[in-house]
């Protein structure tokens, strides 16, 4: 491939990478797949012009961006930029091209049907018909479940995710609030966060992963919510303290959990969380449906195309 322009995928474990490597062969542009080893080594091995970086969740440091010197474009196939060092690519003038609107409505659908799970503890009643029971008691989940009219959502963060989850639960639940110091949502009432917290009967996390929001809901601020609230994460793991959740869940002043993400996945098989009978966790499966797996595919690296055939970058993109 020496001379040809290349495009290099970091990591494409859980998607088919071939759709998007064939769409830029036909623009007589070439493509490589970084190995167990990783795109660094794959980066060092390569003696073609890499001019196109399509990221899943590796890590895209200095390093990396150091073994690519001809990298125009940078395309994630995640809605978040947590993994990649953003001062880095700024510093050498590399846009950065995060994946957008790919799983609004199923994130946000997911949410809503984690949390209808862990409300009316669905959970617990088919583990305990499947054993054979059939009573409420046999569950062995106290208290009762709440009726979702008399409930307080609260949503921190309010983009596109939080809105539709906020659409779908709005003929259901008896008000929904709201805090994201970042984005302007005349349709979801915002207040400051320690009122969010107070006020959520259920707390819905939607906040991207930052320096500001790693560890954001620790013990300290997990004891601010009402005394039985539920936590629904479909956003990022590292949002929450393991440790501090497992204790609120523990104690019973959190009644219960649905989470699609937790912190270092996949979580160890002996986690506490995977197994607590007031969890519902679920394998990072929010986005997952067969038309958003083709946007995950193909996306990224369409918006490498356009970058290195036309100059072209979208609003959103990170300069």
């Known amino acids: 491939m020496c001379g040809q322009r290349l495009v290099l995928f970091t990591d494409q474990t859980d998607l088919d990478p071939q759709p998007a490597r064939e769409m ?25 012009p890499v ?8 890590d895209v440091d200095a390093g990396l961006l150091d073994a690519l010197p001809a990298l125009r474009v940078i395309a994630t196939s995640s809605t978040g930029l947590d993994m990649i060092d953003l001062e880095a690519t700024r510093a050498r003038e590399v846009p950065v091209v995060p994946l957008t609107d790919a799983s609004t409505e199923e994130v946000a659908t997911h949410a809503v049907a984690l949390m209808l799970a862990v409300e009316r503890q669905l959970l617990a009643g088919a583990r305990t018909v499947a054993a054979g029971g059939w009573t409420q008691e046999a569950t062995g989940l106290t208290p009762a479940p709440r009726r979702l009219s008399d409930l307080t959502v609260g949503l921190l963060g309010c983009g596109r995710i939080a809105r539709r989850v906020a659409a779908l639960l709005r003929p259901l639940v008896g008000e929904i609030i709201g805090h994201d110091p970042h984005q302007d949502c005349p349709e979801i009432h915002q207040v400051g966060v ?7 009967d259920v707390l819905s996390l939607h906040a991207p992963l930052t320096r500001e929001t790693r560890g954001l809901l620790d013990e300290e601020r997990l ?3 009402p005394h039985g609230a539920t936590l629904i994460n479909c956003a990022r793991g590292e949002l929450v303290d393991p440790d ?3 204790s609120a869940l523990d104690s019973g002043r959190l009644r ?5 993400v937790l912190p270092g996945e996949p979580p160890s098989p002996s986690s506490p969380l995977r197994q607590h009978p007031q969890v519902v966790c679920t394998p990072h499966t929010a986005f997952w449906s067969a038309p958003a797996l083709e946007t995950y595919s193909l996306q990224p690296a369409r918006t490498v195309l356009e970058h290195l055939t036309s100059g072209s970058l979208p609003a959103h993109a990170v300069l």
Request: proline share 4%.
């Open 51 to 58: 001019e196109g970086l399509v990221v899943g969740y590796a």
């Open 194 to 200: 320690e009122e969010l917290l107070r006020r959520s």
């Open 223 to 225: 004891a601010l919510l």
């Open 24 to 48: 830029l062969a036909r623009h007589s542009i070439g493509s490589i797949l970084a190995g167990p080893e990783g795109p660094l080594a794959a980066a060092q091995a390569t003696t073609g």
């Open 244 to 246: 501090a959740l497992l």
């Open 256 to 260: 219960g959990a649905g989470l699609d």
